[in-house]
Each structure stands twice: as structure tokens, then as C-alpha cells.
């Protein structure tokens, strides 16, 4: 990804910060000027909880050329406390951690390097949630 | 908006064609498509591709196929909508037919995935999805379909050889023909004894890496007397839904696609009971499930049912997927589209051989962009 590009949406890669339609309550990732579910223009910007819980787990196994060096990982399906579902990928799990359901949090990691100039991208990852 | 007529078709077996090149492939089948309808000429030229720029860091397709087929001088644009980018051209083509602007357009589909590794192959599918979002993470296409994979098999109830159906089937359809990338049956035990891609989706639920083009000519009203090439009556209907699956009403549906075959089957003046034949977007085993219970062809959880009754066979109810579908006849992104739509027709005017189903009288095709959030639904009605 260019630097610019992943540098304009860092708040939701970094803190899950992003935007919550005033009329419908539908979420969006990154500053929208349009509701993608009602079409009103209204937002107000949101954290969303860092806890939730794992809906569904995948492994990749044949990753996209930026992620080769990183495979197999986690992809889950995580409902926030707020029942916002987002995608994300999952770090830290044992095997017997790795279950539907399981509870987890949101924690800053390095997702990916940029060639061996680039910059070091970083992101949520969620991991399991202990106590 | 004036009738449009599928006038001739061609296409390129589907494979690792080394030795020739993504515009080579799409010359070829075109050149059959307008040798099968007579024309020398057209209005207008479309192309569907989807990766081009990225494998072969090549745009601007429509200028170059329209000089390499000796027709400078005709407008030519490429047309892109992800997996669904030959459906996109056939519907821009049949636009301009039934606008009346045009009296006779070539459709071509093109893809040539073996010049990129597997990885970027999956980097070039990853562009259909949001590359902020899912691109970013890289929940890559396969991850999203397992997924819903394992939502489907919660919600519903069902075992993963409900799911893992759909490709026996698309292989059994697809044994022996000529233009299949893979023409040989594999048997369900095989399936789910394969290794996983992304589980619980297994390696034979997935379509495989290969090249091809198909090409279709377009005519309307006013040749149709004048073209002596057997002749199908096309319908097309297109919508959107949201990108992310899971952030659907209900992620197990592709909402997309049903308004799509709705508005098909009303244009056309069909009832969807008499469809004689479906091309299914199996891209994923998952995502033909999903198809044909959103589409209406099963209830909500029941398609791998149906398939396991036979209804979907050659001989059954719904002829499904007749020369092997994605999984089997092979999926070159930007041309399936047009693949699937060759086929029906090839299905409608009795020229299908040993796949050939009993004197069908409409045919449906299905082609998704990405996980659903683009539909294109095509109808052809034999005249």
C-alpha cells in the first residue's frame, strides 16, 4: 500500500477510530461522506470497544503476494461488545485458544513491511482475552 | 429498447497457455465468434479483463484488441466489474444494441493468470475486495469464503459435503469436454480429503489458475434476417450489494443476485420454473450454494440437498453448470463471464455435443464480482 494512502486511514488501523451514521447507526471504516445503508450525510467519529468475541476463524494458506512471508495466519470474525463486526486478523492464539466464540482484544501489531525500503505498516490484530 | 441476439460465439480450451499471450488468447476466440456469425465487421468492440494491468501491466486493451483483429477505426473499451468483468462487457454491448446505437458489437473476455505466481494470482483477486479494509489485513478472497463457509454450516445445520457437492458436480459436467481446464470427475470423497486452502474451504471447493478468452457477437433487430448463424435472444440485468459480506442483512444471502434474476426473469417474461439450464458462479463451493438459494433455484440451506438428489444433474430438473462451470471448465477471471454465456447458447441452439441437455428453451448465467457484490444475470431464450 502507498504511504500516503495507509497513512490518511491510520486511526482506524491504530485505534479502530472511525464513523457512525447519526440516522442509521451503520459503521464505517474510513471518513465517508455518504451512508453506505441510509445515504444521509450525518456522522459522528467513534472508538469502537477493543473486546468482543470470535464469531469465525479461518487459516490462510496461499496468502496475496504482500503476505507470502507471513503464511499460514488468522483471519476471524469478531462481533465488538457494541455488535459492530469487523474482519481482523487473529495473533497470540494457542490451538486450544482457537475456537468460535472464544473472547478476544484488540492489540496494536506490525501487519506487514513495505519491500525492504518501505515503511512498517502496523494495525489491530485481536488475541485472545485472559481473566 | 430494441431486441438483442447472440449471433456467434467462439472460445480457447482453458489452460496453461505458455507459449501465448493474454491478447493472442482474446484474438482467437474472437476471430471463431465472428467466423461462427458471418460478420467481418461490428460497431463496437468491448473487452472484459480483470488483472491485466497487474500480471501483465497492460491497459488500454480495447485499442490493442481492436488493432490486432485488423479493425482499427472501431471504438473498443475495456470493461472491468472484478470476476464479473466479461458479464460487465457483455452488458455494455448489449446496451448499445438495444439502444439501436449499434447494429452489431463483439463481446471479448480475456484472462491470462499463468504469467503471475500463485501469490500474485491472489493479489489480483484480492483487488476485488476493499483493499482499505480486507486488502489491508489480507483477508484474502478464500478466507472470506470460509467464513461464511462455517456460518452456512452453523446456521443451517449441514455437514461441509452439503457445500463440497457443487464440485463433483461441476466435474462430472465437465469430463470429456474439449475447452475444460480440468475435464475429468473427481469424486466427493476426493474433495473433502484434499488439503485445505482456507478452512474449512478445501482445495478441490476452489477454481484453479488458468488462461482463456471467449468471445460472443451481439446483433440487433435489424440483422437478425440477415445472419443465417443459429441465433439466441439475450436478456441482462445487473446490481451491487456491499462489499463486506458480514456487513449484510443477512451474509448468507447475495441480495445482489437475486435482484439481478428478478429483474431478468421479469424482463425476459420468464418464470423462473422454466429455466431449463443454470450457469453458476462456483468460484467457491460456497458461493454456488449460496447462488442458488439466493437466485430462488433452492430454499435457504437446501441446495446441496438438491444437488445430491440429482435435481442439478444433466438429466435433472436444473441442468447446472453443463460443461463444468468455474471449478472444472476453469475460471480466467475476466472471461468467465463470457464463457458462461457461450455455453448457453452453444446449450440453446443444440450444438452442445455429449453435454448437450434435452431441447432447452432458456438458459440463465450467473457471474459475481467479488464475494457477491457485483451480480450480472444473463438470460437467453432459444428462438
Same mark, same amino acid.
Given at each position: &500500500?502507498?504511504?500516503?494512502?495507509?497513512?490518511? *486511514?491510520?486511526?482506524?488501523?491504530?485505534?479502530?477510530?472511525?464513523?457512525?451514521? /447519526? *440516522?442509521?447507526?451503520?459503521?464505517?471504516?474510513? +471518513?465517508?461522506?455518504?451512508?453506505?445503508?441510509?445515504?444521509?450525510?450525518?456522522?459522528?467519529?467513534?472508538?469502537?470497544?477493543?473486546?468482543?468475541?470470535?464469531?469465525?476463524?479461518?487459516?490462510?494458506?496461499?496468502?496475496?503476494?504482500?503476505?507470502?512471508?507471513?503464511?499460514?495466519?488468522? /483471519?476471524?470474525?469478531?462481533?465488538?461488545?457494541?455488535?459492530?463486526?469487523?474482519?481482523?486478523?487473529?495473533?497470540?492464539?494457542?490451538?486450544?485458544?482457537?475456537?468460535?466464540?472464544?473472547?478476544?482484544?484488540?492489540?496494536?501489531? +506490525?501487519?506487514?513491511?513495505?519491500?525492504?525500503?518501505?515503511?512498517?505498516?502496523?494495525?489491530?490484530?485481536?488475541?485472545?482475552?485472559?481473566? | 429498447?430494441?431486441?438483442?441476439?447472440?449471433?456467434?460465439?467462439?472460445?480457447? +480450451?482453458?489452460?496453461?497457455?505458455?507459449?501465448?499471450?493474454?491478447?493472442?488468447?482474446?484474438?482467437?476466440?474472437?476471430?471463431?465468434?465472428?467466423?461462427?456469425?458471418?460478420?467481418?465487421?461490428? *460497431?463496437?468492440?468491448?473487452?472484459?479483463?480483470? @488483472?491485466?494491468?497487474?500480471?501483465?501491466?497492460?491497459?488500454?486493451?480495447?485499442? /490493442?484488441?481492436?488493432?490486432?483483429?485488423?479493425?482499427?477505426?472501431?471504438?473498443?473499451?475495456?470493461?472491468?466489474?472484478?470476476?464479473?468483468?466479461?458479464? @460487465?462487457?457483455? #452488458?455494455?454491448?448489449?446496451?448499445?444494441?438495444?439502444?439501436?446505437?449499434?447494429?452489431?458489437?463483439?463481446?471479448?473476455?480475456?484472462?491470462?493468470?499463468?504469467?503471475?505466481?500463485?501469490?500474485?494470482?491472489?493479489?489480483?483477486?484480492?483487488?476485488?475486495?476493499?483493499?482499505?479494509?480486507?486488502?489491508?489485513?489480507?483477508?484474502?478472497?478464500? $478466507?472470506?469464503?470460509?467464513?461464511?463457509?462455517?456460518?452456512?454450516?452453523?446456521?443451517?445445520?449441514?455437514?461441509?459435503? &452439503?457445500?463440497?457437492?457443487?464440485?463433483?458436480? $461441476?466435474? +462430472?459436467?465437465?469430463?470429456?469436454?474439449?475447452? @475444460?481446464?480440468?475435464?475429468?470427475?473427481?469424486?466427493?470423497?476426493?474433495?473433502?480429503?484434499?488439503?485445505?486452502?482456507?478452512?474449512?474451504?478445501?482445495?478441490?471447493?476452489?477454481?484453479?489458475?488458468?488462461?482463456? @478468452?471467449?468471445?460472443?457477437?451481439?446483433?440487433?433487430?435489424?440483422?437478425?434476417?440477415?445472419?443465417?448463424?443459429?441465433?439466441?435472444?439475450?436478456?441482462?440485468?445487473?446490481?451491487?450489494?456491499?462489499?463486506?459480506?458480514?456487513?449484510?442483512?443477512?451474509?448468507?444471502?447475495?441480495?445482489?443476485?437475486?435482484?439481478?434474476?428478478?429483474?431478468?426473469?421479469?424482463?425476459?417474461?420468464?418464470?423462473?420454473?422454466?429455466?431449463?439450464?443454470?450457469?453458476?458462479?462456483?468460484?467457491?463451493?460456497?458461493?454456488?450454494?449460496? $447462488?442458488?438459494?439466493?437466485?430462488?433455484?433452492?430454499?435457504?440451506?437446501?441446495?446441496?440437498?438438491?444437488? /445430491?438428489?440429482?435435481?442439478?444433474?444433466?438429466?435433472?430438473?436444473?441442468?447446472?453448470?453443463?460443461?463444468?462451470?468455474?471449478?472444472?471448465?476453469?475460471?480466467?477471471?475476466?472471461?468467465?463471464?463470457?464463457?458462461?454465456?457461450?455455453?448457453? #447458447?452453444?446449450?440453446?441452439?443444440?450444438?452442445?455435443?455429449?453435454?448437450?441437455?434435452?431441447?432447452?428453451?432458456?438458459?440463465?448465467?450467473?457471474?459475481?464480482?467479488?464475494?457477491?457484490?457485483?451480480?450480472?444475470?444473463?438470460?437467453?431464450?432459444?428462438?
Amino acid at each position: &500500500m502507498r504511504v500516503p494512502r495507509y497513512w490518511r *486511514n491510520k486511526l482506524f488501523r491504530y485505534r479502530l477510530v472511525g464513523w457512525r451514521c /447519526i *440516522n442509521c447507526g451503520a459503521f464505517h471504516h474510513f +471518513k465517508p461522506l455518504v451512508c453506505k445503508r441510509c445515504g444521509s450525510r450525518g456522522f459522528r467519529e467513534v472508538e469502537l470497544p477493543k473486546t468482543g468475541k470470535l464469531l469465525a476463524y479461518t487459516v490462510v494458506k496461499i496468502a496475496p503476494a504482500d503476505f507470502k512471508d507471513k503464511a499460514p495466519y488468522l /483471519i476471524g470474525l469478531v462481533e465488538l461488545d457494541d455488535g459492530t463486526r469487523i474482519l481482523a486478523q487473529l495473533t497470540d492464539f494457542s490451538q486450544d485458544e482457537l475456537k468460535d466464540g472464544a473472547r478476544v482484544e484488540a492489540v496494536l501489531r +506490525k501487519i506487514r513491511e513495505d519491500g525492504e525500503s518501505g515503511i512498517i505498516e502496523y494495525g489491530y490484530k485481536f488475541r485472545p482475552l485472559v481473566g | 429498447m430494441g431486441k438483442i441476439y447472440v449471433a456467434g460465439v467462439g472460445l480457447t +480450451k482453458i489452460g496453461e497457455h505458455w507459449d501465448r499471450g493474454l491478447e493472442q488468447l482474446m484474438v482467437e476466440a474472437a476471430l471463431k465468434a465472428l467466423e461462427d456469425s458471418g460478420l467481418t465487421r461490428v *460497431n463496437s468492440i468491448y473487452v472484459g479483463n480483470m @488483472a491485466g494491468e497487474f500480471l501483465q501491466e497492460q491497459a488500454h486493451l480495447g485499442a /490493442i484488441i481492436a488493432e490486432d483483429l485488423g479493425m482499427v477505426g472501431t471504438p473498443a473499451y475495456r470493461v472491468e466489474a472484478a470476476n464479473a468483468s466479461g458479464a @460487465a462487457a457483455i #452488458h455494455a454491448g448489449a446496451l448499445e444494441i438495444a439502444s439501436g446505437k449499434a447494429d452489431a458489437v463483439l463481446i471479448v473476455g480475456g484472462e491470462k493468470l499463468s504469467d503471475g505466481l500463485a501469490e500474485e494470482v491472489s493479489s489480483a483477486l484480492l483487488m476485488g475486495e476493499r483493499q482499505e479494509y480486507e486488502g489491508f489485513i489480507g483477508a484474502d478472497f478464500y $478466507s472470506i469464503n470460509a467464513l461464511l463457509y462455517k456460518l452456512y454450516m452453523k446456521h443451517y445445520g449441514v455437514k461441509d459435503d &452439503m457445500i463440497a457437492v457443487f464440485p463433483m458436480l $461441476s466435474h +462430472k459436467h465437465a469430463k470429456g469436454v474439449a475447452h @475444460a481446464q480440468y475435464p475429468f470427475e473427481v469424486s466427493l470423497e476426493k474433495i473433502l480429503s484434499s488439503p485445505y486452502i482456507s478452512e474449512p474451504l478445501r482445495r478441490f471447493e476452489v477454481s484453479g489458475v488458468g488462461d482463456g @478468452a471467449a468471445a460472443i457477437v451481439l446483433i440487433g433487430e435489424k440483422l437478425k434476417s440477415k445472419i443465417k448463424a443459429p441465433k439466441t435472444e439475450l436478456y441482462i440485468s445487473s446490481a451491487t450489494d456491499f462489499m463486506t459480506p458480514f456487513e449484510r442483512e443477512d451474509p448468507l444471502r447475495f441480495q445482489s443476485l437475486g435482484v439481478a434474476v428478478n429483474k431478468v426473469l421479469d424482463e425476459a417474461k420468464v418464470d423462473r420454473g422454466d429455466v431449463d439450464l443454470i450457469e453458476v458462479h462456483d468460484a467457491t463451493s460456497i458461493m454456488a450454494a449460496i $447462488s442458488l438459494e439466493s437466485s430462488g433455484f433452492a430454499e435457504p440451506g437446501e441446495s446441496g440437498k438438491l444437488a /445430491i438428489n440429482g435435481e442439478f444433474d444433466l438429466g435433472g430438473r436444473l441442468p447446472y453448470n453443463t460443461f463444468g462451470g468455474l471449478k472444472a471448465r476453469g475460471n480466467p477471471f475476466g472471461a468467465t463471464g463470457v464463457y458462461q454465456v457461450v455455453e448457453l #447458447h452453444l446449450q440453446l441452439t443444440g450444438r452442445a455435443g455429449k453435454n448437450q441437455v434435452d431441447s432447452p428453451k432458456v438458459g440463465m448465467a450467473q457471474s459475481l464480482g467479488g464475494v457477491g457484490a457485483t451480480a450480472i444475470v444473463t438470460l437467453l431464450k432459444a428462438l
